[in-house]
């Protein structure tokens, strides 16, 4: 018998899923256009497979940074009747790959850049942290010795991620020294840092960074915000970024030593996911989903990490106005921050705020979508009540309703208001037994009311950090949120929330 061992076969051994398994199998950080490459399919096809062996627990996908990694589970078995196999099996024949069991022990404790993939939801606040101060670089750092691991990051170089880097050429080096915030307006005239590789080699301009502690003060990292020119962070800037690194710590805290900071990391995460921004959501310049958060998908009935991948058309509401959504997001990608609202299919609105993402370029190639849900205060058999009094009843701050008049006269505020102030809600309400106005700090009354009249008459969002007395004497920093909505009979409000900074009261390091 005459066999052609030279002729091509006219078929596979393997299905295009197991050839994407094995790609992810022996490339954990392989982007999608490789396996696509390998496998000689489309970008979306291979996308859609990884989507299902995700879907099926045959594969766990990890967001690092800006990239997705894979971990595949060698004990799934066979999806067909007449295998019993596992899975690893396959893998361990094909590719130089090892079981868990073949690997670390797990009681050996993870280096540092495996640690990094533990700590879930830093990528989130790494993009608030860019947003809320506009700047093109933003980073979260971790160290072990003498090793930093960048773990999650907007406008970082793709091979700076993940890796073990020596701690001794980073700028983060000094923050973790001393423990103590580093504000670098000009790199270039800062002989602390003039000479380092980010300076010269990437051309960092401008940092700031402030030390991530564990809850015995040790510090364990950093959380960063750079620029490409020269500039000015402000007070307000450092404090905001403080806020920031408290949600951080919390969050690292749970992955590095399990449940006990659950509760405080969990009351950040309530104020990121549903106030005042609902849902963020980060496109790439495809416009497929890289960054997904907030408590609005989860009550549409998806999970974040499900939409990571998908286009814009796979995670648009059925009949929703999908042209004019990338119309909105494409100008995003050319550079406009702008603000629209998107009325939903479903009845529901959004006021979404465009974002641009530069690389450390300057060039744009993401763009972030920040979206509040507008929702109505109305009677209990209104749609929205039930979700309203749980957003209220579980926030770390207070939500409240006022006039938008000159006294600002208190129509509603949450209880929470007595934990921040010291004086109970029914004090404020109707301005009964005094006006919030009155606890303002005297020095900063002017710019409160000058920051709310200007928002007024602009018809946007107000952010204030201002202070106030509490009922003990002391002084404490807030943040509020808000904006004026207009009434069924066209009384026009403040609709808001108020929320401590904690760190003015716990160290000196936001000052």
Not at 89 to 105: D, F, M, N, R
Not at 176 to 197: E, H
Not at 203 to 214: D, T, V
Request: glycine share 8%.
């Amino acid at each position: 018998m005459h066999h052609d061992s030279d002729a091509a076969p006219s078929f596979f051994l393997l299905t295009n899923h197991g050839q994407v398994l094995l790609a992810v199998a022996e490339k954990p950080d392989v982007r999608i256009r490789e396996i696509a490459d390998r496998v000689g399919i489309t970008e979306r096809a291979t996308q859609t497979i990884l989507n299902d062996l995700v879907g099926a627990g045959y594969v766990e996908r990890t967001r690092v940074g800006r990239r997705n990694t894979y971990t595949v589970d060698p004990e799934k078995p066979f999806p067909h009747p007449a295998l019993h196999q596992p899975v690893g099996s396959l893998l361990s024949g094909l590719v130089a790959w090892k079981t868990p069991e073949e690997g670390e022990s797990p009681d050996a404790g993870p280096p540092p850049a495996a640690a990094a993939d533990s700590y879930h939801g830093l990528d989130r606040l790494t993009t608030l942290a860019g947003w809320l101060l506009h700047a093109p670089i933003s980073f979260v750092s971790l160290v072990s010795d003498d090793i930093e691991v960048i773990t999650s990051a907007v406008g970082v170089p793709d091979q700076l991620l993940g890796r073990e880097l020596p701690l001794d050429q980073s700028i983060c080096q000094h923050v973790v020294a001393s423990g103590d915030p580093l504000v670098i307006f000009d790199a270039a005239d800062d002989p602390l840092v003039r000479d380092n590789v980010a300076v010269t080699r990437y051309g960092l301009s401008a940092y700031a960074g402030l030390a991530l502690r564990r809850d015995d003060g040790t510090a364990i990292g950093s959380l960063c915000v750079a620029d490409t020119r020269p500039r000015r962070w402000t007070e307000t800037d450092i404090r905001m970024l403080s806020s920031v690194a408290a949600a951080a710590e919390s969050q690292i805290e749970i992955g590095a030593v399990g449940r006990r900071h659950r509760d405080a990391a969990e009351r950040y995460r309530l104020l990121l996911d549903s106030l005042p921004e609902t849902v963020i959501l980060v496109f790439d310049r495809d416009l497929r989903v890289q960054v997904a958060s907030g408590s609005a998908i989860l009550r549409n009935g998806h999970q974040p990490d499900q939409l990571i991948g998908r286009s814009l058309e796979e995670i648009a509401q059925p009949g929703g106005k999908v042209a004019e959504l990338r119309a909105h997001y494409q100008a995003g990608l050319a550079g406009d921050r702008h603000e629209f609202v998107n009325h939903g299919a479903d009845g529901v609105s959004y006021s979404i705020d465009v974002v641009p993402l530069p690389d450390h370029n300057g060039d744009v190639q993401a763009v972030m979508a920040v979206g509040r849900e507008h929702l109505a205060y109305g009677r209990d058999d209104h749609w929205d009540a039930h979700r309203l009094r749980a957003l209220i009843e579980n926030l770390p701050g207070a939500v409240y309703r006022c006039a938008a008049s000159s006294d600002w006269r208190t129509h509603f505020i949450s209880n929470q208001i007595e934990q921040i102030t010291g004086y109970p809600a029914t004090d404020f309400i109707d301005n009964a037994e005094r006006e919030f106005a009155s606890i303002i700090h005297p020095d900063d009354r002017a710019h409160v009311e000058r920051a709310v009249s200007e928002a007024i008459e602009r018809d946007q969002s107000f952010l204030i950090e201002y202070r106030i007395v509490h009922r003990d004497g002391d002084m404490r920093h807030l943040w509020e949120r808000g904006r004026a909505v207009q009434g069924a009979d066209g009384t026009m409000f403040l609709d808001g929330a108020i929320f401590e900074i904690l760190h003015e009261r716990r160290s000196p390091r936001a000052a």
